[in-house]
């Protein structure tokens, strides 16, 4: 198997050398990521600058773009094959129910499913990267139990508990959640005196009952949403075309 790497959180972080050093194993691996935590890019691609590839010491390649970008240039300029299955993750803090608009975790595996690719988000359900090489680990387990069994394409979100490797036993198919309202923006001064803002936290969860993803990660399940890219309004469409006829 040949698999593709990226993330949001850039290429030094904890999440994607475990991802990959457990990966290494089973699979021909290529790691290519942003050159800093670009956490919330979405699916934002940079076409107002030129991007650069560098590659580190242990042979990682970095990014000075999104996550959209990374997975893009490689698929079309270092690669000069289609991998099996492209890999994202693992992001510090989960990406469940609205997150997931945001969330450059998810937006790197939403690039290799546009290229055809069955693609995987893994992030953890909290943050600090605790247990994070149990999660790699249960991470590889889930693909090799999975891979043979994918659509082609198919494009999948997962959330791991942040728990010792032993209890991640637990598995559940997802629907997304919902969060109420985001919080408001944290207003303050830079040294100059200037308004500053901070975007706010997240809403609390509005939809956190049984079947959706916080649910399952909040009674100790790995949490897998199956996602697609269409956003049509689809119950909207008659009468929308009541309306202009």
């Known amino acids: 198997m040949r698999i593709l790497i990226s993330n949001d959180d850039g290429y030094l972080a904890p999440g994607i050398n475990a991802l990959a050093e457990a990966l290494a194993p089973i699979a021909d691996i290529v790691v290519v990521a942003p050159d800093s935590n670009r956490s919330g890019a979405s699916n934002s691609l940079s076409l107002d600058r030129p991007l650069s590839v560098q590659r580190a010491a242990n042979g990682f390649y970095f990014v000075n773009g999104t996550p959209s970008d990374c997975v893009h240039i490689a698929l079309t300029a270092v690669l000069d094959y289609k991998p099996d299955l492209v890999v994202s993750g693992i992001n510090n803090g989960p990406n469940m129910g609205d997150d997931t608009l945001y969330s450059g975790t998810v937006a790197a595996a939403t690039e290799g499913f546009l290229f055809g690719i069955p693609s995987i988000a893994f992030s953890q359900g909290a943050y600090g990267w605790e247990h994070i090489a ?112």
């Open 134 to 245: 149990g999660a790699a680990r249960h991470a590889r387990d889930l693909i090799q139990r999975f891979y043979q069994e994918l659509p082609r394409p198919c494009l999948w979100n997962v959330n791991i508990p942040n728990r010792p490797y032993e209890q991640l036993n637990a598995v559940a198919a997802t629907r997304l959640g919902k969060r109420h309202q985001s919080e408001p923006v944290i207003r303050a001064q830079d040294p100059r005196g200037r308004d500053i803002y901070w975007i706010g936290p997240p809403g609390a969860c509005k939809d956190a009952g049984e079947g959706t993803d916080f649910h399952a990660v909040a009674n100790g399940k790995t949490s897998i949403t199956p996602l697609q890219i269409d956003l049509t309004h689809t119950s909207q469409l008659s009468a929308l075309a009541k309306a202009l006829a």
